[in-house]
């Protein structure tokens, strides 16, 4: 999302937001000499409504199970269709009447949009005026350039962003990237949306897997846990993954669940209390009640960056896999082993390539 501050030097209305590596800022215009608090105002409601309007691209109304009347996905589905109003929402917004009361809408968007033309009509500055408005038109528009798989411009910042759902766009894009060199990921990090990144790389990474399991023996899923014998790595999450290919037959299906599930976590949310509570049952009925209670981690990704959190123990994870087949496989020098390695899995993840998604 994008950040709106006021540079007390210059007297301007600053953007920032974020690149996948650092942030970048530009001015949206001068401000008047109004009030500290009007400027302070506009900008804290600039930020809430790109805010919400990016929940509309990370909580898309189809990536919930209830889309009928009333239910989230159709209230999903309401925020994201107000988009063209919007403008006109900031041109003529809900204003006070005679005795005070004011009409609020229950769409966040909406009301963001309303509370920006407020702010805005507060400072009354024509200038500024146009300019707040051709920005949050420009804000929208990175929105939906998202929504369509391209992340340049200001939808860059997508990249840092946890979406419950994937454009296939993307999905393919990241493939790409890493059918050129399987090794090597950072690409994903600046120009994909990480939770399309994160299915291309599980598929990466079975398939690295599976290369290992064909020459060393072991089953795919305890690969990555093997070389953490070699090196010290993150194997929990990757591990996960791998055992999770069990039961589904698309990298689309072990991703998102899980990123869904995370986003949940980070709501304050468990999506499936019952098996939560199984997974973590010892069946020990003596346990000591005056013990200290074990914490419980809700998911295995970070809920604050899920999406972040699992690509980079994915990549890691391929990393582990090239680490186990060096110990079984002669090569010569490390730069022939990584091109014997990306070969072996680049004709692996070709052969399974309809387990994408």
């Known amino acids: 999302m994008t950040n709106y501050a006021i540079d007390e030097d210059t007297g301007t209305l600053l953007r920032i937001w974020p690149t996948g590596r650092g942030q970048r800022a530009a ?16 900008a804290a409601a600039l930020t809430s409504l790109s805010e919400a309007l990016w929940r509309c691209y990370t909580h898309p109304g189809l990536a919930t199970d209830d889309p009928d009347g009333n239910g989230e996905g159709w209230r999903r589905e309401q925020s994201r269709e107000v988009f063209s109003q919007l403008v006109g929402f900031i041109k003529e917004p809900n204003l006070p009447g005679e005795g005070g009361a004011i ?31 051709a920005d949050v038109a420009a804000e929208i528009e990175a929105v939906e350039s998202a929504e369509r798989g391209d992340l340049s411009g200001r939808a860059q910042q997508a990249v840092v962003l946890s979406r419950t759902d994937v454009n296939p766009v993307q999905v393919a894009a990241a493939d790409g990237v890493l059918a050129l060199d399987p090794l090597n990921g950072e690409q994903l990090f600046v120009n994909v949306d990480p939770t399309a990144a994160s299915v291309a790389a599980a598929h990466w990474l079975k398939a690295a897997a599976d290369v290992v399991a064909e020459v060393s023996g072991m089953p795919a899923d305890e690969v990555v846990q093997a070389a953490d014998d070699i090196e010290a790595l993150p194997v929990e999450t990757p591990s996960e993954v791998l055992r999770l290919f069990d039961f589904s037959d698309t990298a689309y299906g072990v991703v998102v669940e899980m990123v869904r599930g995370a986003v949940q976590v980070g709501e304050g949310s468990v999506a499936d209390l019952g098996a939560l509570l199984v997974e973590h049952d010892t069946g020990d009925d003596s346990d000591d009640p005056e013990a200290e209670p074990t914490p419980v981690r809700l998911t295995v990704l970070d809920p604050q960056r899920p999406a972040l959190d699992l690509l980079e123990d994915l990549l890691t994870g391929i990393h582990g896999c090239r680490l186990v087949y060096e110990e079984y496989v002669d090569a010569g020098d490390a730069a022939a082993t990584d091109t014997q390695f990306c070969e072996a899995v680049r004709e692996q993840a070709k052969k399974a390539y309809t387990r994408l998604m």
């Open 27 to 42: 001015v949206v215009g001068a401000l008047p000499a109004a009030a500290r608090e009007d400027r302070l105002r506009l």
């Open 103 to 133: 009409i609020e809408s229950y769409d966040p968007v909406e009301e963001w949009a309303h509370s920006v033309g407020r702010a805005v009509r507060a400072i009354g500055d024509a200038k500024l005026f146009e300019a707040v408005s």
